[in-house]
């Protein structure tokens, strides 16, 4: 490592911030000592009430009107559902502030307000999970898929119109995101989905979801334990058991998660294949039968000094001991109208991994200084084994193995820093990391070349960002360099074509304000995705005799310039997103340049690729219904030479989806999703139409420690995985069912249910995505 890179992060450090005049700040809970966030605070002149500076409270209650005037000052908060409070003060320290619930009488019945479920922060969407019909989902993955502008289930998730979002857990960055099947509902109390994340996320970062639990409670040895079955063509099991003790400020933690999946597919293919001299027609039917075992352990300390300081550690190993993949085919092929063979395949397929990671944290604040310094560490390795017996009629048999063995190390740190400047706040910072990846692909029969490869990657980031109230305007804007030395080794020789470097400045600014009763935000990012190692490496995988799957080396980062604007209405919410991606990185299928008759499956960056986007969700409440219904329409602009001529792939890509909702009595609650997506492009290919329908229901018991949820996903088995690729020199249909139909129990018991107060955030997230 270049030590005189590291200078930046530290230099960082030395920062120091002045304010201007005088600062009014305190903090906000309710009546049972929860923090509240979102509360509006206004200073007011005593005399007339004049609006003088406003602000709302941050995740942990806290606010601060920086650059007043000496003298008094009328403070007023408002909330839903909570009375209006208001206090006589002076700029300084308030302390911790009450407010009461705002109740009315209603013969000798209380009836207290009910806040709305979705609301606006910024450009962010904001769910409140705790005491609503989302706190009985079941779990976090299950509170996830019903959120709006967010799409998934079993912790794969997608932002609409912004791909695959970075998920944290209370400031924790998950890297497994089956975490999320451990965590019950009842103990999320909040979910924030930003849009446009700011500069204090890495430029690769287009959407995130923050987390937020329930205020942990009590002392003392804690336990919260789940399990759960599925079953579907296969049955599989999982389990989790999560201990926890608590002693003042200290937190001592460890969880154990262990899970058996098991997946069926069945695929039917049309190939189609033009050469100079021949025009194939392959047509074959698939079946794959997957067992995966995986095993996960954590164990943690947390320190809590006083409420200014914290610090801690956790380290967690990962493995998989048994993941195989076996799958069996049936093709026949036509040479230029006529049978030229007919072949079967049976594939063996095996992985074994594993991963270690240590974060370690300090969150602290001097004076009006907040510091977040975060450390990693993550290696890994994994073992990639295939085996692929081939039976041909009128040609030789063959037996294909291979083997793709990889290792990574990671090391990171990330400082930020937060102070009060004017009327607003500036926040700034620094990231480091050093990254190796190493890859051997090995192939016995020499079919496919064998490659030995290596990457190198030293990576120094700085952002600064300012957030300020205009009156009623929220204003933020913020700037990110970003300076990356990759180097490409084949056979340990560094190969200056493939190595490169790269400095780059990434701007973001965003407006949000009231409108009437709505709520407006528009934002503007500039952001990267740089490629995986997996998209960068040089070995192919080997299919069929026709068909390879393959990286490549000379990928360049792509270039996203992002606006969108959201807004909210009551039970009413909207998205809309134009996005112009340079050096877009597209998935394609071109001719193997050693055989035009086989299609190698590869990636390339194409010039640009615009892309727009429309959502809206209503979420109304009627009593015991609570609907939701998503409409969103994707368009990209894109074009591209297949089979000799240029084809536009522009068309619409609509999805619908209607989440029932019912709260019956004695605490149960049902759900009956509906969903639909229409026939669109999506890069190259015309994604095909389906439609399913899922059921759940929800039930506690022995006051809320026992809550059990039963769900059938895919009630009719009608969710299909099909859609056309168009290759320069192909064309392939693709029908696939992936065993979609699923009945699931889901069982969790709590005992003195303590959640740990770990606040360790992560540092170089995006490499670990990346690995």
Known sequence: MNKKRLLLPLLLLATTLATLGQTLQGRFCDESGNPLEFVNVVALQPADSAFVQGTVTATDGRFSLNGLPEGNYLLRATSVGYAPFYLLCRPGELGTQTLQADAVMLQEAVVTARRPTYKMKGNALVADVENTLLSAAGTASDVLGRIPFVQGNEGSFTVFGKGSPVIYLNGRRLYDTSELTRLDSKDIRQVEVITNPGSEYDVTVKAVIKIKTVKPQGEGFSVNTYGGIRQNHHFGHYENLDLNY?????????SIYYSHYQGYQEQRDKHYVSTPDTVWNHRSQLEMNTASHYLEATGGVNYMLNEHHSLGARYTYSRTPQDRNRMNSAYDIAANGDFYDRQQYDYDWRNNDYSHRLNAYYLGSVGKLDIDFNADYYGSASTQLQWIGESSQEHEDRVVTSSNLSDSRLYAAKLVLNHPLGKGELRGGGEYSYTRRNNLYRNEQNYLPETDNRIEEERIAAFAEYAVALGKVQANAGLRYEHVTSDYYDRGVRQAGQ???Y?????NLSLSMPVGKADLSLSYTAKTRRPSYSELNSNLQYDDRFTYEGGNP????????????????????????????ADAIQFVAIAYEQDPAITLFTRQNFDHVDALSAGVVLAPKWGCYEPQLSLQVQKQLL???????????????????LVNG???????????????????????????????????VAKSFLKDRLNVNLELRDIFASRRNSATIYGTTMVFDKWNYSDSRTLRLHIS????????????????NDELNRL
Do not use: C
């Open 246 to 254: 608590r002693r003042g400020g200290l937190d001592l933690f460890g």
């Open 639 to 657: 074009e591209y030479r297949s089979l000799g001529e240029t084809k536009k792939f522009n068309r619409p890509l609509p999805y619908a989806q």
């Open 554 to 581: 000379n990928l360049k980062p792509e270039t996203i310039h992002d606006l969108t604007l959201m807004g909210s209405y009551k039970w009413l919410q909207w998205m809309l997103s134009y996005q112009r991606t």
């Open 503 to 507: 400095d780059n400045l990434f701007p």
């Open 662 to 696: 019912f709260r019956f009595g004695a605490g149960w609650k049902a759900w009956l999703t509906l969903s639909w997506q229409g026939k669109g492009h999506q890069g190259i290919s015309l994604a095909g139409q389906w439609a399913t329908a899922d059921v759940s």
């Open 499 to 501: 190595s490169r470097n």
């Open 749 to 764: 018991y709590r005992f003195n249910a303590a959640r740990s107060k770990y606040r360790g955030t992560g540092a170089a």
